[in-house]
């Protein structure tokens, strides 16, 4: 949706722009925390892509199946679409199922959010327990801010004294990627709202008939439980000689630069599912300026001249700890990525994008919730 608004603008009537997506909106996934959480309507947190015809491009509601790179093709289940540059944003796909996480409530799909709504609507007090089985989720900050965001809210509600909330996660400390300063922080609002961290837990998995979350030489009883499920590639990519095998299993494989797959020159995989490979967090920033890379790269082969490529410099996270926004920034270095082809699949060689080690807190602030907030909103309403 970047890519394609940023092609339409710069390119006109130079190229034919199709959207293809299994919806006829794009749902924007942060703000189904404001919908679960009863601060926002489903309604609020979409735009219809028709937006995007008024700009010129066309728009295919199809649900792909399947891409062939070497024939220029792209397989949906109502028939293939050619192309001369592909570019694929699927996102990722949920394992909603592992560790026995069907038992629980989540806001990862606005469906997913209104039942958590309803849930919290009707808890009147008990133990809370968040489970993040796995450190391959979607939006890294997401189990930290839900943690204290359920706290404030059980507060509004005069229910704070009546529940307790829980979070077992697989980091020893909450955060912990994002350096010792987002550390502390998260470690004094988790102090003051009560929450208690549960870090390095190694899981077992839901006990949903004793009502009881397992993790090795411990279990954590729970009257309603917030489920992180893990995720993978999107199945659209299997075998599609697009992906490669990374330490955090299979996902698409592009060049750091501009988002361009090493094998096929006229595919750009900015997506979520391409972040594991650059290794970069699997969150909408990084993909947003891929996206801008990608969409560069493009336009520069389409108009003969040389744009430069929109690189990811840097991160920026904003998260929302229910009475305090704290926004983090993280330098982003490096990118050479070395990919050896085995025959079969792609044999992935070298670090990815350097970000660790280099992020700094820009502001806490009761005030960060509304830059938060204003971020996001005008990001949606910019964005077609
Ligand atoms: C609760 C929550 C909070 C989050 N908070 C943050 C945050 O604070 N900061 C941050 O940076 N990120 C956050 N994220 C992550 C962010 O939303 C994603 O990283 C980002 O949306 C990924 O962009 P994408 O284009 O790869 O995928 P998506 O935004 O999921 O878009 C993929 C699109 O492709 C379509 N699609 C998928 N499969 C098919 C198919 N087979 N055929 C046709 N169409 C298909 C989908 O309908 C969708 O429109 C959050 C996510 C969630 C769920």
Known sequence: MVAAK????????????????DQDYYSFP???????LGDMEPQETSLPLSRLVERGARVVKARITGFQPE???????????????????????????????EAGVHNFTLDGAMKMRDALA???????????????YRCGIYPFEIANMLVETFAKKGLREKSSVTLVHPFKRPLEPLGEEAIKITEESFQEHGVQYVGGARPVGVDSSRKVV????????????VTVPPIT??????????????????????????????????????????????GLPTAGVPVHFTSLASASAIEAEVVGQSVEPGQISAMVCAMDYGDRGVVINCDVTGGKRGLAWTGDHYQFLDEGLRWT??????LTSPLGRYVKDMFYRSFLLTSM
């Open 357 to 362: 080690g280099s992020c700094y807190s820009v």
């Open 71 to 101: 024939n220029r093709k792209v397989l949906t289940d109502s028939g293939e679409l050619t192309y001369d540059y592909l570019l694929a944003s699927l996102g990722i796909e949920y394992d909603m199922k592992a560790y026995g996480l």
């Open 214 to 225: 397992e993790v090795e030489g411990e279990s954590f009883p729970y009257d309603l439980l």
């Open 233 to 278: 590639m999107p199945s659209p990519f299997k075998g599609s000689g697009l992906t490669a095998n990374t330490p955090v299993g299979e996902w698409t494989a592009v060049d750091p630069a501009t988002g361009r797959n090493p094998r096929y020159d006229d595919v750009f995989l900015p997506g979520e599912h391409s972040m594991p490979f650059l």
């Open 6 to 21: 940023r092609l339409l603008e710069r390119l006109g009537d130079k190229a034919e722009i199709t959207m293809v997506s």
């Open 30 to 36: 942060p703000f189904f925390t404001n919908v679960a």
């Open 122 to 136: 009707s808890f009147k007090g008990g133990k809370v327990v968040v489970f993040t089985p796995s450190p391959m």
